[in-house]
């Protein structure tokens, strides 16, 4: 049996393998042991309640999927009070990913999640910033170190920042990150799409532009973590596209430390048993007998050298 | 519930289709062997179906299931999931995720129920039928189709006895004005411990109506676009009122099936 404990930032992790946020919920409890994870990551939790955005909220197109939830939620309040005990009859490490409109109510956020049963904080810089015309924090260095430099000085949790691949700049935003004081990248959230319903003539959403998510996202999540990777000295972990143990091989090879699953596991909810199952399998018949060896051994090696 | 299935009573099942008929023009009916879902799946819950060379799964009522029997669905032949599934052959294989969802309630101790179908959604409420029937409760079931030759009465409740009435767009009968006064006239005639929809807004507001001015209680199967199918991703929210005020639930958790008075006009 390969190792297939991991390192993030102070955190070990069991196995590389967690979901992705909004795609994951104790529900997924009724399918599988979640307690075979590597980490647990919530929904994205905002300060106050949100509503969400107006239905249909997913559509299909090509081999993906498309979102516009809007993250509803009751609020981080009310999540302490109800949702937290229920996480906390688990025994893998919690991630919740937070959210918020400005950098000081995720600081305020931040220290409001510092509690027992959180493991980290991942935070979910994709969002709209209210302070910049409602354009995403992750959009740009500047606005996204502020909201995770805000954010390190509210808590002593281990601090994830969550990039976008709405950026003209994916390496200059981790970097600012890592500088803000981020223990590690999840690298990426949803790409920007739009689908046309034909029969209608009119955006398949009801919100318009919605988040691009599943096989079809992949390429352009590996080439992320491939840049995040060599641009930081924080772990990275991917996400996009993941459904099988080779896929989440493909980033861990391209620099991530770990992997998130998630649209995978609306078509398949054992998903992440199997990308768990293939990555150990993997390892075992190509000789590797620690998963973590696999990390960046596709990288540019001048690159990786300099890393370490 | 399943014995087999443990802690963890959801999971892909991999049937063995049996049978897959055209239904009419527009439907399709299809039958597979999957006893341990068929076994464990109530009237009103429904499975999420992998649909060949589509990416996500596409939900669906439960039209025939039970011990030893088949497990089967009934669908409108809308785009390609469904395309695809009508595309399978016997001995080809069915993706199944469930059992999903939370049923109907059926209280052994009725005399009658009556059921109101619009379209295929009389599959949703096939199921629900045939078990009262087997359980000595009366089934009133008005079923609603544009023409003749859309109504699935056969596909509803095949040998099993119910009171039919059939009404269509063709010759007005399935107007609501009428429908609403062939409603009245069978709680006069044989008045119903409670009434059931499915498979249209016009006819839920109706059923709505008159079933609260005549105190009787009620359940609607109802519809929304799904992601997962799981509770996870909160695509599938509806506006419902519940004792704490409106909310907005999830159809493929809460429901499918809602009070008949709490689901909120859409
Ligand atoms: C709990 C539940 C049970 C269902 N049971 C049945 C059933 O027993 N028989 C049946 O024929 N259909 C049922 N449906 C609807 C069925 O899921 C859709 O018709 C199917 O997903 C369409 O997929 P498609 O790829 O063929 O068409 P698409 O191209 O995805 O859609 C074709 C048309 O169907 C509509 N549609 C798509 N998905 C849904 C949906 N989830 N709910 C309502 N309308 C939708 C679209 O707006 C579009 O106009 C059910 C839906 C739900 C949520
Ligand atoms: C339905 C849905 C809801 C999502 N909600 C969130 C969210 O609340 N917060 C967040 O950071 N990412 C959210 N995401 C993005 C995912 O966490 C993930 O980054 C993205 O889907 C790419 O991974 P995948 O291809 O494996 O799904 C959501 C994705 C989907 C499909
Ligand atoms: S479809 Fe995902 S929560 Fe209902």
Not at chain 1, 1 to 13: E, K, Q
Not at chain 1, 104 to 133: K, Y
Not at chain 2, 100 to 128: C, E, K, M, Q
Request: charged share 20%; proline share 7%.
């Amino acid at each position: 049996m390969p190792d297939l404990s991991v390192r993030i930032g102070g955190l070990t992790l069991a196995n590389p393998v967690m979901p992705a946020s909004g795609t994951f919920g104790p529900e997924l409890g009724e399918v599988f042991d979640l307690d075979r994870l590597g980490a647990l990551v919530t929904k994205s939790v905002t300060p106050e309640p949100r509503r969400g955005n107006p239905t249909p909220r997913v559509a299909e197109t090509g081999q993906g999927l498309l979102n516009s939830i809007g993250i509803p939620g009751k609020g981080i309040e009310a999540w302490i009070a109800y949702d937290l005990p229920v996480w906390r009859r688990f025994a893998a490490p919690l991630v919740v990913s937070l959210s918020a409109p400005t950098a000081s109510a995720f600081a305020e956020a931040a220290r409001a999640l510092t509690v027992e049963g959180v493991a980290a904080i991942e935070a979910n810089i994709s969002c709209p910033n209210l302070e910049a015309d409602g354009r995403a924090f992750a959009a740009e260095p500047g606005p996204a170190a502020a909201a995770i430099a805000a954010m390190r000085g509210a808590t002593r949790l281990p601090i994830w920042a969550k990039l976008s691949p709405n950026t003209g700049d994916a390496a200059a935003v981790a970097r600012a990150c890592e500088e803000a004081g981020a223990d590690a990248l999840v690298v990426a959230n949803t790409i920007l799409g739009l689908a046309i319903d034909l029969a209608t003539l009119r955006p398949a959403l009801g919100a318009g532009m919605g988040g691009y998510s599943g096989p079809g996202f992949k390429p352009i999540a590996l080439r992320l973590v491939w840049q995040c990777a060599q641009a930081v000295r924080i772990p990275v972990i991917g996400c996009g596209g993941i459904a099988t143990g080779q896929d989440a091989v493909e980033f861990l090879a391209a620099g991530a430390t770990a992997v998130q699953v998630g649209t995978a596991s609306f078509i398949q909810p054992a998903a992440m048993l199997q990308v768990i199952e293939g990555i150990s399998a993997f390892c075992t018949a190509r000789g590797f007998s620690r998963v973590s060896d696999l990390t960046g051994i596709a990288l540019p090696s001048l690159q990786r050298i300099a890393a370490e | 519930m399943d014995g087999s299935a443990g802690p963890f009573p959801v999971t892909t099942h991999l049937g063995r289709v049996i049978a897959s008929v055209p239904v009419g023009a527009r439907y399709h009916r299809l039958l597979a062997e999957a006893p341990a879902l068929s076994a464990a799946v109530e009237p009103g819950q429904f499975c999420h179906l992998l649909c060949p060379g589509a990416y996500l799964r596409r939900p669906m009522s439960v039209w025939r299931a039970g011990a030893q029997e088949p497990l089967g669905f009934l669908f409108r032949v809308a785009g390609p999931g469904t395309a695809a599934l009508a595309g399978l052959r016997e001995g080809d294989t069915l993706d199944a995720m469930g059992p999903l969802g939370r049923g109907f309630t059926l209280d052994p101790g009725w005399g009658r129920i009556l059921v109101l179908a619009r379209g295929v959604g009389l599959a949703t409420l096939s199921l629900l039928a045939r078990r009262a029937v087997s359980l000595d409760i009366g089934v009133t079931a008005i079923l609603s189709a544009r023409d003749p030759a859309d109504m699935m009465a056969e596909a509803f409740c095949g040998a099993v006895p119910m009171d039919l009435r059939l009404v269509h767009d063709s010759d007005g009968s399935s107007d609501p004005a009428a429908v609403g006064m062939m409603i009245e006239a069978e709680f006069i005639r044989a008045r119903p411990d409670a009434v059931f929809t499915c498979g249209s807004d016009r006819l839920l507001r109706l059923l709505q109506e008159i079933a609260a001015r005549h105190g009787v209680l009620g359940e609607a199967a109802i519809e929304q676009r799904m992601g997962c199918a799981l509770g996870l991703c909160f695509a599938c929210v509806r506006r419902i009122a519940t004792p704490d005020g409106p909310r907005d639930l999830r159809v493929c958790r809460e429901g499918p099936v809602f009070d008949l008075q709490s689901v909120e006009a859409w």
